[in-house]
DNA sequence: TGAAATGTTGGGGCG
DNA sequence: ACGCCCCAACATTTC
């Protein structure tokens, strides 16, 4: 009985429910990891770079206990097929995709192989509930966070993660080298200065690490990107290096543990049901990453203006709260939170530009991208979105920046060249009398755009 | 998970 | 003592 476990993005051992599933199934597993980019929406270039790593730890959590995972390029069905005749494969397990693209070739790719007389099974540990056990009292689909969230709070039931189970593999199977797929990047090699560990351990010691330290203060730092207050764990996340069941379970312990952490705790918790709502939204929107959430924003003329666009992607706005947001993104893959916020209002509000534009340089740079939360994420912030901010919300990058940066420590983090402007101007450096070497001045007037903005909007309305 | 514009209030300076 | 004005400080409304 030979049981095909393929992995997707759940590139962990611990509490993963196809694999526990697999492994009890049968006593010889095969892992597979197919790498597909046929999808309308493949890999960006930073999650390449992740995926490498993860992997690479991942083979080699799996060779420690004598099983080798196989490793295929190409497209997913016709290397199923392959793989499943040359094994004379019994079983494929999996855990389902909530991106309706990939789902959708899960369902077809069920019925094939099924009919062939292979048993597949798939199991759900993405979410911490799938989309379609929730409902509001009209039975519809919830369109507004709030409810939602009471919904899911009131229905999860986060269990005791899964052990990694025994497994065993009697198979001896030949793999690709993944070093052939060009995963990581060459020239130039942007991903010199990324401090990420990807892999399932790093996974959990994160997740340790942000209980025992930066949870209890959660509330109050998780808007200061010159603390280190948030939790990091989105990319092991989306990878599904961690499960969220698991991150869900260890922070209820956590509370119950700790009842004065009770206020952050649940802070945290309500971020991790955003992840929720975005996957939720996209399973009854599955055009979220591409077509306005609400239709009245089709209406609005975005400007393309290439070099403001330039200017934004490379972190030469003259805004330094914008500036260092993207490039901590290029240097390091990733952005704080509070950060995208300022930087996606800037894109969409300030310069007008399309947040289609911002979602797909997210797309490629962030280590964390994903489909879900990137396009939901984008369609909040420029209003299109569902319970979207208005459009009148629009954030002033100054104060954004004395609020949330006041003495500009994460500004000077990322942009050197301010490393000696007072604090009195580092939030706005024009304002200086001082002459800045190297830092260009401000691209646009915040007070106009602003205005134009509101203007623009108010005629879609 | 805003910010700006506008309105209101109340203390203090001053004639 | 009183009215008047100024203007923070805070509150409300508007975009």
């Known amino acids: 009985m030979t049981t095909l476990l393929w992995f997707r993005n759940d590139l962990r051992l611990s509490d993963n429910s196809a694999l526990t599933a697999a492994c009890q199934a049968s006593d010889d597993v095969i892992p597979v990891f197919i790498f597909d980019e046929s999808p309308k929406r493949s890999y960006g270039a930073a999650q390449r770079w992740w995926l490498y790593h993860s992997l690479k730890s991942l ?15 190409g497209k997913a069905e016709q290397k199923l097929q392959e793989i499943i005749k040359k094994y004379k494969v019994n079983n494929l397990y999996f ?16 019925k094939r192989f099924s009919k062939l007389g292979v048993e597949v099974k798939q199991f759900s540990d993405y979410l911490l509930i799938d989309p379609d056990k929730i409902k509001n009292k009209s039975g519809e689909y919830f369109k507004v966070y709030t409810p939602y969230s009471r919904a ?61 330290s ?16 948030t939790s990091r764990l989105s990319p092991y996340l989306h990878f599904g290096e961690i499960s969220i069941n698991h991150v869900w379970y260890a922070v209820l312990q956590e509370k119950y543990r700790n009842p004065s952490i009770e206020a952050s705790a649940e802070v945290y918790l309500k971020q991790l049901v955003w992840r929720e709502f975005s996957y939720y939204l996209l399973h009854y929107f599955p055009l979220l990453p591409y077509k306005n959430y609400r239709s009245a924003f089709d209406r609005f003329s975005w400007e393309s203006n290439q070099a403001c666009l330039a200017a934004w992607k490379s972190g030469e706005t003259g805004f330094p709260i914008v500036d260092a947001g993207m490039r901590e993104l290029w240097q390091s893959g990733y952005m704080h939170n509070r950060v995208r916020m300022i930087v996606a209002s800037f894109l969409t509000k300030d310069l007008l530009i399309d947040w289609r534009e911002g979602e797909s340089w997210f797309w490629d740079t962030l280590v964390d991208a994903d489909l879900a939360n990137n396009a939901a994420g984008w369609q909040w912030v420029a209003g299109s979105g569902a319970d979207a901010a208005p459009y009148f919300r629009i954030f002033n990058p100054f104060l954004q920046s004395k609020k949330f940066d006041p003495d500009g420590v994460y500004i000077r983090r990322w942009l050197p060249e301010l490393k000696d402007m007072p604090n009195k101007y580092i939030h706005n ?24 903005a509101l203007a623009l909007y108010k005629g879609i309305k």
Not at 59 to 73: E, G, H, T
Not at 95 to 110: A, G, H, K, M, V
């Open 59 to 73: 083979d080699a959590s799996l060779r420690k206990k004598r099983v080798n995972i196989l490793f295929c390029k």
């Open 95 to 110: 855990n389902r995709s909530f991106e309706p693209d990939l789902n959708q070739r899960d369902q077809s790719i069920t």
């Open 152 to 212: 899911i709070f009131s229905s999860v039931e986060a269990r005791k993660p899964l052990p990694i189970p025994k497994i065993s593999q009697k198979t001896k199977v030949i793999t690709e080298e993944i070093e052939a797929w060009g995963l990581l990047p060459t020239k130039p090699d942007w991903s010199v200065n990324f401090e990420w560990q990807p892999g399932e351990t790093h996974a959990q010691n994160t997740l340790v690490n942000f209980l025992e």
């Open 214 to 229: 930066d949870l209890k203060s959660y509330k109050d730092d998780r808007d200061r990107p010159d603390f280190s207050g």
């Open 429 to 452: 450096p024009a304002e200086s009398p001082i002459d800045v070497v190297g830092y260009p001045k401000p691209i646009i007037d915040h007070g106009v755009a602003r205005k134009k």
